[in-house]
């Protein structure tokens, strides 16, 4: 194998785990995202609720309104 294409192979995979490094990382900003925007659609519903089930409720709502999501029919 040439010194070139040895070069070039080592690149490519320190690329590619730089790639997965970056893409681990996005996943766990978004699982971070995620939980902040679930916890301000709970402290909305706090406002509004008398008791935690019923916060919980109106959080869900607030979450899925945002999201465009039909409201289920009970």
Do not use: G, W
Request: overall charge positive.
């Amino acid at each position: 194998m040439s010194k070139t294409k040895k070069e070039s192979l080592k690149k490519a995979e320190k690329t590619t785990a730089e790639q997965a490094i970056q893409d681990e990382r996005m996943r766990i900003q978004h699982i971070i995202n995620e939980a902040n925007f679930r916890f301000k659609c709970c402290e909305i519903a706090s406002k509004f609720a008398d008791t935690q089930d019923e916060m919980f409720t109106l959080a869900n709502d607030v979450y899925n309104y945002s999201f465009h999501v039909p409201k289920s029919e009970k």
